[in-house]
C-alpha cells in the first residue's frame, strides 16, 4: 500500500521510507494510523447496525401485527441447526480471536491454522443455512408464486413440527401473512450470509497474504479490524437466532 | 457597491502559478482516475456533480415550461410525472447530498485541520466510483422509459401500482447511498484522529464543525434508506407486501423507515452550506464568527434534533394525533439551533469591515432565502396549518428556498470564495458579482409566486391546473429562465479563468485559515511541512502580524 503512494508522490522511495514500509505517508506515526483505521471500523459497523436496524423494525411490527402466523411460521425453524449454527459462529468468533492474537505475538503458522479454521467455520455455517433453506423450499415456504399455506392451515399435514407444538390450525387470511415472516427470515438471514460471503471472500483473501508473511510484521491493523467485522456478523446472528427461533418456543 | 475591497493580488506581471502542484504533479486519465489526492477526488466530484446539476436543471426547465400554460400541453400527464420524478432523484442524491461536502468538503477538510490527506484515501477514492456507476443507472433509468413515483417512492405506489422503472431507480440510490456513507465516515475519522500539533476541537473553523454534523447523519441515516430501498425492490421483483397493504404490509412503515433517512438528508445537504456561509460572512467582515461556540454546537444540536422530526413528514397520513403533536413541538425545536446560526452570522456583520465581493454577495442571498425558507418551515411543522398546505406548492416552494435558495447560494459562494485556492487564478469579479444578483433575482422571481399559488391551493405534482393560477406560474417560469442564466453565467466564465483569470497567489481574500496559509494550487502533500495551530480561528490580528513578519523579513 505504502510504497504506490510513495511512488505516486514521485520522490526518491528511499527518501521517504525513515519509517516503516506499511506506514501510508499521510500518517505522523503507526500508532495514528493504527488508532484511525481502528476508529473507521468501528464507524462501519456502526452504519451496519443502522442497515440490519431497518429489517429489525420491519420485523418487531409485523410481529406485534401478526402474532400467531409469526408464531406458528417461528415453529418451522429447526431449532437443531438454528443451535449448530449458533455454536459454530461461535467458535469461529473464537479462532478468529486466536488468529488476532497470533498475528500480535507473529506466529505465522499458527496465524495461518486460525485463519483457515475460522474458514471453514464459515463454510459450515453458510453450508448448514443452505440446508435449512432447501427445507424451506421443499416445503413451498419461499415467498413467491409456489408458496403453500398447507403447513398452517392444516398442521397435521406436517406431522414433524405438529407432534412438537400442537398448533391450532390458522384461518385462510391469516395463515395468509405467514409470508410476511419468511419473507422477513429470507431478507434477515440472505442478508446475513451476504455479509459471511464477504467476509469468507476476505479470509481467503487474508490467507493467500499471510502465507506470504503479510501481518507477522508487527502490522496487525488489517486483521484485526477484520476481526471486528467478524465478530459483528457473528453478533448479528445471535439476534437473529433470538428473534426468529428461540422467541416463540415456551 | 463601495469600492473597498479585501482583494490581495500579488503583481501579475511576476506572479505565476507555482510549477509543482496537485494539478500538475501527475498527467494522464489514470493519474486521476487512481489517485488517492483528496484534491483531485474533489475535483472529479466537482465536474461530475456539475454534469448532474445541468441534467436535473434541464428537467426543471421542463418542468416549468410544462407549467406555462393550464393545459398538458408540452408533455403528456404521465411524461411529466417522469419528468419531475427525475429531477428530484437527480437533484437530492446526485447533486445536493454530495454538493458541498464531496466537492468543497473534500478539497478543503484535510487543509483546514492542517493534514495532508483525509484519513482513508483509497475509501475516498471508492466513495467516487459508486457515485458514478449509481449516476450511470440513474441515467439509464431516464432513457430506459423513467420513473414516475416522485422522488419519495411512496408505497403501495412504487411497489405494486407502477409499471415504471422503480427497480433500477431504487438499486441507483442504493450504490450511490454507499458513496456518500464512506466521505461521511471518512470526515467523521479524520476529524478526530487528523487534526495538526495545537489544533483542538474549538480552533476548527465552522466549516469543519458543520461538515462534521452532517457526516453524522450520513453515517447514522443513509443505511436505513439503503434497506428500505432494497425491501422495495424485494417486494417489487417478488410480490410480497411488507410495504403494502393488499399483502398485509404496512405503507406507514414505509413512510417512517423513509423519512428516517429522508428528513436527516435535509440537513445533510443543508448543514455543509452553513459551514461554508460562517467562512464567508467572517472573511468578508474581518470578524471572527460571533459566538464561535454557539454556532458550532448548533451545528451538531440540528444533526441531534433532526433524527426525531422525520414523522412531521406525515402528518395526514395516518399517525396519531399525539404523535403529530410530539413532532410538531420536536420540529419547532429544530428551527432554534438554525435560528442561532443566522442571528450570529447577523451579529458578525455587525460593525464588521464588510466588503461585496461575489462569495459574500451569495452569502447574503443565503442569509434572506434560508431565513424565509426556515420560517416557511414553521408554517409547515404546526399541525392545523400543515394539512392545509402539505402536497400544494407551499411545500414545493418551502424546499426551494432552502435547498436551492439555500443550499446552492451556499456551494456557489464556497466555489467562488474558494476557486482561487483550488485553481491558483481568480473568476472575473464584476460578472460573477451580476451572476450572484442575477441568481437572486431569477430565484426569487421562480419561487416565491409559488408560496401564494399553495395558498392558493394548487396542489403539487400535475401537468395541469385551473386557468386561475395561469398568470402567477408565468411569474415564475419567467423567473425561471432568468435563474437558468444565472447559473450558465458562473460555468461560462469559471472555465474561462481556468486559463485567463488573474493569478491569484497565496492568500487573496487575506483569509485566516490554514488552507490560505499554503500555495494556490496547493502541493499533493498540502503543506510543506506540517503546521503547527497556535491561534484561534479567525484571528485576523494574528494574519496581520505573520504578513508584517514577512515583508519585515524580505524587506
Known sequence: ????????????????????????????????????????????????????????????????????????????????????NTAVLIASSFTMAMAVWSAEVRRKGTLLLFLCLTLVFGFIFLGIKGIEWHEKWEKHHIPGEHYSVQSFVNPQSDPEVYKEYHDAPLPADAAQKTVEYFFLYFAMTGM???????????????????????????????????????????IIWIYLFALLYLISRH | MSAATIVNLPDQSTAR??????????????????????????????????????IGGALAGLIRLELLTPQTSLMAADTYNKVFTMHGVIMVFFFLVPSVPATLGNFLMPMMIGAKDLALPKVNLLSWYP???????????????????????????????????VISTGLAIFVAGFSSIFTGLNFIVTIHKMRCPGMTWFRLPLFVWSNYAASILMVLGTPVLAITLVLVVLERTMHIGVFDPAFGGDPILFQHLFWFYSHPAVYIMILPGMGVISEVVSTFSRKRVFGYTAVAFSSVAIAVFGFFVWAHHMFIMGISNYAALIFSLLTMLVAVPSAIKIFNWTFTLYKGSITFETPM?????????????????VFLGTTGTDIHLTETYFIVAHFHFVMVGGMLMAFLSGIHFWWPKWTGRMYPEKISQLAAVVTFIGFNFTFFPQFILGMLGMPRRYAAYPPEFQALNVFSTAGATILGIGYLLPIIYLTWSLKYGAVAGNNAW?????????????????FAEIPIMDHEAYDYEWLEKMQEKEVASVG
Do not use: C
Open chain 2, 361 to 377: 454577495l451569495y452569502a447574503f442571498g443565503f442569509m434572506g432565502l434560508f431565513t424565509i425558507g426556515g420560517l416557511t418551515g
Open chain 2, 17 to 54: 502559478i507555482p510549477k509543482m502542484n496537485f494539478l500538475t504533479k501527475e498527467n494522464g486519465l489514470l493519474s486521476w482516475l487512481l489517485t488517492g489526492d483528496h484534491k483531485r477526488i474533489a475535483t472529479l466530484y466537482l465536474i461530475s456533480i456539475t454534469f448532474f446539476f445541468f
Open chain 2, 131 to 165: 457515485y458514478i456507476i449509481a449516476g450511470f443507472m440513474a441515467i439509464y433509468t431516464m432513457a430506459a422509459g423513467g420513473v414516475d413515483t416522485g422522488w419519495t417512492f411512496t408505497t403501495p405506489l412504487s411497489t405494486h401500482y407502477l409499471n415504471t422503472h
Open chain 2, 510 to 526: 487575506q483569509a485566516t485559515g490554514l488552507e490560505w496559509q499554503t500555495q494556490s494550487p496547493p502541493l499533493t502533500e498540502n
Open chain 1, 192 to 234: 446475513h450470509a451476504l455479509h459471511m460471503v464477504i467476509g469468507v471472500g476476505i479470509l481467503i483473501f487474508m490467507i493467500f497474504r499471510a502465507r506470504s508473511g503479510a501481518y507477522t510484521t508487527g502490522h496487525v491493523t488489517f486483521v484485526e479490524n477484520f476481526g471486528l467485522y467478524w465478530h459483528f456478523v457473528d
Open chain 1, 1 to 84: 500500500m505504502s510504497d504506490s503512494t510513495a511512488i505516486a508522490n514521485g520522490a526518491p522511495a528511499e527518501a521517504q521510507h525513515e519509517h516503516p514500509p506499511y506506514q501510508r505517508h499521510h500518517f505522523a506515526s503507526v500508532e495514528q494510523q493504527a488508532d484511525t483505521t481502528n476508529f473507521a471500523m468501528w464507524l462501519f459497523l456502526l452504519t451496519e447496525v443502522m442497515f440490519f436496524g431497518g429489517l429489525f423494525t420491519a420485523y418487531l411490527i409485523m410481529r406485534n401485527w401478526y402474532y400467531q402466523p409469526f408464531v406458528d411460521a417461528s415453529h418451522q425453524l429447526s431449532i437443531f441447526w438454528g443451535t449448530a
